[in-house]
C-alpha cells in the first residue's frame, strides 16, 4: 500500500489547501473522509492540465491586481499631498484626531481613486503639521502619503 496519495481539491478544507490545490494525504484520509465527502477527486492527466490551466488563471489575474495597485500608488503619488483641516485648540493641538477614513475621503476627493480605510496606517497626530502615512494598496505595494494637517 502507498505510503501517501496525491489528490485534487475539490473544496477549500481547512488546514490542508484551497480548492484546486494538489495535496498528498495519508490513504486513509483519503478513502475514509476526503472523497467520500466529495471533497477532493484523484489525479489523472486530465485533472492536472486543468490544475495547471486554474493556476495560470489566478496568476494573470494577480498580475493584473498589482498593475491595478501600482497604478493607484502613481496616482496618489503624484497628487503630491493632501490637507485635512481640523479644528485648532491652543499650542496647535487638534480637537479630535484624523482617522483613516479621513486620509481615504481626501484621497477619493483629490485623485478619485478609492482607497480602503483599512489598508492605511497613521502616525499618532495630535497637532498641526504635516505627517507620512503608508497605504498598503498591495502584499508587494505599498505608497508613502502626505499628509497635511491644517487649521479649519
Do not use: C
Not at 489547501?17 to 495535496?23: K, P, T
Not at 501600482?70 to 485648532?88: C, N, R
Not at 480602503?116 to 499618532?124: C, G, K, M, S, V
Request: a positive charge; zero cysteines.
Amino acid at each position: 500500500m502507498a505510503k501517501r496519495i496525491q489528490l485534487v481539491l475539490t473544496q477549500d478544507v481547512s488546514k490542508l489547501g484551497r480548492m484546486g490545490d494538489l495535496v498528498e494525504v495519508a490513504p486513509g484520509y483519503a478513502r475514509n473522509y476526503l472523497v467520500p465527502q466529495g471533497k477532493a477527486t484523484n489525479v489523472n492527466p486530465g485533472i492536472l492540465k486543468q490544475v495547471a490551466r486554474r493556476r495560470e488563471l489566478e496568476e494573470q489575474r494577480l498580475a493584473e491586481l498589482k498593475q491595478q495597485a501600482l497604478k493607484i500608488s502613481a496616482a496618489i503619488e503624484a497628487a503630491g499631498g493632501f490637507d485635512i483641516a481640523k479644528q485648532v485648540g491652543e499650542n496647535d493641538a487638534i480637537f479630535g484626531t484624523v482617522t483613516n477614513q479621513d486620509v481615504a475621503d481626501a484621497i477619493q476627493a483629490k485623485t478619485n481613486q478609492e482607497v480602503d480605510r483599512r489598508t492605511i496606517t497613521l502616525p499618532e497626530i495630535h497637532k498641526i503639521g504635516e505627517y507620512t502615512a503608508h497605504v498598503k494598496l498591495h502584499p508587494d505595494v505599498t505608497s508613502a502619503v502626505v499628509i497635511r494637517v491644517v487649521a479649519s
